[in-house]
């Protein structure tokens, strides 16, 4: 394959600004635009060569974009985007509502079936290469525990909360893992734990003139489900210390694998992401599986696929040859 | 696939004992027994349930093998093996000779498309996990810089080196990851280091008695090539001491990748492995993917793969209606 492979975006918020960029580090794919529910004059992109259209007319581009990269929001945006471009597109997605993988899958792969085209489904970190690692450590180590920890990160539900409390101006709050118990899990020990002795939660707080900071904190730290079963921890920060600081989108985590290859012999296998932008990452790894993507199609497969399905070889544009030389 | 895989191992070392074990803890998997070029009545297998046979014996299960280990070394075993058998077998190996790797590939391909069955080489962790690893970082992140560290492990070249000194009675050599290196890595600096920086070594020496400790340090830091260029640690030990701390093969190491997905955005992904076993580890990665092996082969698929070329749910005795509900 040495065309180019013609890429569209489908929606333009966060993550499709950082397939826009994504796209532009990656010299064998190339943007024929994005297609957007707005009024196309009205998106300004990150580079202004980029051709904004109405997503309406995406019927006219089935002969001139080989795959579709869908930006939309998984809550009500995917449910529908997906299956239905699948009819007349190759598509790939960042489904991530864990719980409605399979019926999206269902709905994806008749679509993706019935129009003879490849989608993919449920790409980014999580689901996505947090999965994968999940998947390999079981593999590898039938007899074992699988520790998935978050952070740190943005919690958009959490920093909603905080600022709903009366008296709080503004706010963002982190979820961290615990410290002690990825020390736990690294150290071999097979801990068991919940999600809540997992993580911790890291509060910054702007207060409204006048608002009592100690009625504040007690507020947040015995707010039941959200802080109270956590360790956290609260900050007061000025409006300015807020934007300067906390505009950003950072997120992560590890997924463990730890077991036992024969009694007594342990073995870890730790995978970490630190992300300085959510968003940029999430659509980084959407475009790598854009191009597995379009040449599965160009192989011929069809239906619906997820990142277990797929060779990671594809994802590259190197050569087999070429990977085998320099990354085996 | 409700019937066991039914495997084969050839060649009873460290790695096929491990190979064993690790068929234990899989029960979609069924040991037909192990092929060795010893007299079968000679090899003590970890369980006594294991029959033994001669390798010249394997002609006569071609009908009842759906896929052999093979276990030898990559020095001079498997380039010849590994070819030899794909003719007749679906087979895996763990051929870890960086740069001979094209070679071996297009040797196992040719007899493996020939006879008409699936090869699956170098697969392990290095290469394997660790090469899996190097893909996806710059597949998804293409601007940025790949790092391997390897370590904490047992060196066997650099352990030889130091039995050769005159008055070393025995010694070990463990290969380190510079703590200082993976410091800067991990803050996102994205530095220039050589191999060199970014490993130390540390040694376990006993001496013979009368032999002058501070010369023997003395040698072995300032060793050309081997110890010289290094940070180098000595710590002299007993005998007892030896035998009691440092009879494991410990090893593992980090892969890194970090890179900006825009100007100024930085993205880290860390994948690490602590083994207590080596070769046990080994052993685990070459059994998923004998699974994946003998599904490719039942799925008619032909020639030699790495484990590039392999969907990652085929390492998994789940089927992908479960890998999704359970993993994605």
Redesign the interface.
């Known amino acids: 394959m040495t065309d180019r492979i013609r890429v569209g975006i489908v929606g333009y918020g966060n993550l499709g600004r ?1 397939v826009e ?2 796209i532009g ?2 010299p064998d794919l190339e943007l024929v635009g994005v297609f957007s529910r707005r009024d196309p004059l009205s998106v300004t992109t990150a580079s202004p060569d980029t051709k904004v259209y109405a997503i309406a007319d995406l019927g006219d581009f089935t002969g001139s974009v080989d795959v579709l990269i869908l930006c939309g929001g998984s809550k009500s945006d995917l449910p529908e985007q997906t299956p239905e471009l699948a009819a007349n597109f190759t598509v790939v997605d960042s489904f991530d509502t ?1 719980a409605k ?2 019926e999206h ?1 269902a709905a994806v792969d008749a679509a993706a079936v019935a129009g003879g085209n490849v989608a993919v489904i ?1 790409t980014g970190w999580d ?1 996505g ?1 947090f ?2 690692n ?3 450590g ?6 074992g525990n699988t520790y998935t920890f978050w952070g740190r990160g943005l919690s958009q539900g959490h920093s909603d909360a905080l600022r709903r409390i009366p008296g709080v101006a503004g706010a963002v709050q982190y979820t961290l893992p615990s410290e002690d118990a990825i020390g736990r899990v ?1 150290a ?1 020990e097979n801990p068991e734990l919940t999600t809540r002795e997992q993580h911790d939660r890291e509060c910054f707080v702007v207060l409204e003139d006048g608002a009592d900071a100690d009625l504040i904190r007690e507020t947040i730290v015995t707010m039941p489900d959200y802080f109270e079963p956590y360790d956290t921890t609260v900050h007061f920060i000025s409006a300015e210390e807020l934007a300067r600081d906390h505009a950003g989108m950072p997120h992560g985590g590890f997924v463990f694998r730890s077991g036992e ?2 009694p007594g ?13 959510n968003p ?2 999430t ?3 959407l475009v ?1 599986y854009a ?1 597995a993507a379009a040449r599965l199609a160009a192989g011929g497969a069809k239906g619906a696929h ?8 594809l ?3 190197k050569s ?2 070429q ?3 320099e ?2």
Not at 306 to 313: H, K, L, S
């Open positions: 950082g960029t994504s580090l990656n864990h993988v399979p899958f449920s689901p290469l999965s994968l999940r998947l390999f079981e593999a590898i180590l039938p007899q690294r071999g290859s024969s012999v342990t073995q870890t296998i730790e995978y970490r992401l630190a992300l300085d932008s940029e990452f659509s980084s790894v790598a191009r997820t990142p277990f399905d797929i060779a990671p070889g994802l590259s544009p087999p040859e990977l085998r030389a990354l085996l």
